[in-house]
């Protein structure tokens, strides 16, 4: 059986970005629980030139939205980066999510030698669909998830991973 370009793209991203929201409500509990403002949070980070938590989601996000459009042919919906509470963060993905569902399945699936063109380093590149997703779009998407996941249990947040995995069709429990 082979493997469409929507089953590949669609699915893991909305898993991955249902999985981000829970840690964020999880993130939330933590904050308020122990009474640490949500900027603190949200401005936390790994490692000094890394980006913190919000921006991580943010580029989760964008990576989600980039893969349906470019994999549709659509233009990639531009977003504000102006999230500064967990709620907007979670408003964030829902918007994500609800564009990702409305894109249909159809046009992502004659996706594999479409041109997808992206900027790396600050320069266009063009690839065919299925490097794009496979080797960076869906890599992209995971570095940033987990690197999201990271900050908050590095800071504390009761989690593992099975909350970064989330929800997954076809396992039981």
């Known amino acids: 059986m082979t493997l469409s370009m929507s089953a590949a793209a669609i699915p893991p991203v909305v898993q991955t970005l249902a999985a981000l929201r829970t840690l964020i409500d999880k993130a939330e509990a933590f904050a308020a629980e122990r009474k640490i403002a949500e900027a603190v949070i949200l401005d936390a980070r790994l490692a000094p030139d890394m980006f913190p ?3 991580q989601v ?3 996000t964008d990576f989600a939205k980039g893969i349906a459009a470019r994999l549709s042919g659509r ?7 102006s999230e ?8 964030r993905i829902d ?25 790396m380093r600050g320069q266009p590149v063009t690839v065919k669909g299925e490097p794009y997703l496979v080797h960076f779009a869906l890599p992209n998407l995971y570095f940033h998830a987990a690197a999201a996941y990271a900050i908050l249990r590095h800071n504390g947040v009761v989690i593992g991973k099975a909350d970064f995995l989330g929800t997954m069709p076809g396992f039981p429990g």
């Open 95 to 119: 918007k994500t999510v609800s564009f990702v569902a409305s894109v249909p399945m159809a046009e992502i699936d004659g996706a594999a030698g479409r041109d997808v063109t992206v900027r």
């Open 53 to 55: 938590f919000v921006r």
């Open 75 to 81: 233009e990639v919906p531009s977003y504000e980066d």
């Open 58 to 60: 943010q580029l989760t």
């Open 84 to 91: 500064r509470s967990f709620a907007d963060l979670r408003q």
